[in-house]
């Protein structure tokens, strides 16, 4: 059906509202679920940093990236100042690139314009970046751009209204309930984190991460997460390269 | 120049648009700009990556040692315990996260309420 006109919309390929609903309907599956329940895990984080509810929805709708958001409510409730807080973010939203670079030349086709590829950008974070990839491959080309809006603008949406609900909730929670609530951040992170990695770099960056973010907490509180990023980063880098060289 | 350093209602949303949004969506649309020209397996970015994952995982190791809230007055024990089976459970289940994110909320529960 697809070797003429690549990006012309057939018959075949079903209308463009049939796979806006699909892409739609795979906000609703097991990753989708799992990323809700972090986002629970962040409102209550968020609000225990003593964010409101709007700067917490708001902050939902325009990071987006859960990293990033930790990173930043993080800082955030240490009181650390812009500059610091947006070197922090910044360095912890690199990995947004690579996972852009991948997922563009599965999305176009050759009429997209460009706006369209930057708007659909901003969806990027680990759970939409895996389903798509996962998924794209069963859309017909002409309308993945599609798909992916109605993927990644309902997860954002999604999210967006289960920090919302989380904070009109969390008060009248029970006090272990509370406490696990702010369990579900790290636990998502690890399990999430070291099932992402492309290679075993990562899983020693995360272990060393792990270790050298609280180590660094007493050591240089104002630049804990910094500290750890580049240290444990450069030494998993350094191992990554050792490694090689002895292999080769 | 902090969050909360500011009297005016706004401060924190342009604090959010200058601190994370800038910070987030450069990242997402140098990689639209760059579209998939820099090899997958290259040096720079390796090390990128392992920057950011050391950086994230810092964040997680300061969430469960010095967390904030209602998980601040829980023995720490508890909670690295809690994590460190939940993350063995995400292993023995064959890194199925929902296991390991399951098993740690579970001990934290129980423990939490036969304290």
């Keep these: 059906m697809m070797e003429t006109g690549e990006t012309q919309v057939s018959e075949a390929d079903g209308s463009r509202a049939y796979w806006l609903l699909r892409g739609m309907s795979g906000a609703i599956s097991l990753p989708g679920l799992i990323l809700i329940s972090s986002f629970v895990g962040f409102a209550a984080l968020a609000k225990a940093a003593g964010v409101t509810a709007a700067q917490a929805v708001f902050m939902t709708g325009v990071v987006w990236a859960l990293p990033s958001k930790v990173v930043l409510v993080g800082a955030v409730a240490a009181g650390v100042t812009l500059p610091a807080v947006a070197l922090g973010v910044t360095l912890s939203a690199i990995r947004l690139m690579p996972m852009a670079m991948a997922l563009i030349p599965e999305l176009r086709s050759e009429r997209t314009p460009r706006w369209v590829l930057y708007a659909l950008a901003h969806c990027v974070a680990v759970t939409s970046w895996v389903l798509a990839l996962e998924r794209l491959k069963d859309v017909p080309r002409p309308l993945r751009t599609t798909y992916y809006a109605g993927l990644g603008f309902t997860l954002i949406g999604m999210n967006m209204i289960v920090v919302a609900v989380v904070y009109a909730l969390a008060d009248s929670l029970p006090a272990p309930i509370s406490a696990a609530l702010l369990m579900l951040t790290p636990m998502y992170f690890v399990t999430s984190l070291w099932g992402s990695a492309r290679e075993q770099a990562g899983h020693v960056a995360m272990i060393l991460g792990v270790v050298l973010g609280p180590l660094f907490h007493i050591l240089v509180p104002d630049g804990d997460l910094l500290a750890a990023g580049l240290v444990g980063g450069g030494a998993a880098y350094g191992w990554h390269r050792a490694r090689r060289a002895i292999a080769s | ?115």
């Design chain 2, 1 to 115: 120049m902090t969050y909360f350093g500011s009297g005016h209602w706004w401060w924190p949303y342009l604090f959010i648009l200058l601190a994370g949004w800038v910070a987030t969506d450069f990242w997402r649309f140098l990689g639209v700009a760059l579209g998939g020209r820099m090899a997958e397996g290259s040096d720079l970015l390796v090390l990128v990556r392992s920057v950011a994952t050391a950086l994230v995982a810092g964040v997680v190791g300061n969430l469960i040692v010095f967390p904030g809230g209602a998980l601040a007055t829980t023995p720490l024990a508890l909670r690295l315990g809690a994590a460190v089976v939940g993350f063995a459970a995400y292993f023995a289940s064959g890194k199925r996260m929902i296991v390991g994110i399951l098993v740690a909320e579970a001990l934290l529960i129980a423990g939490l309420l036969m304290l």
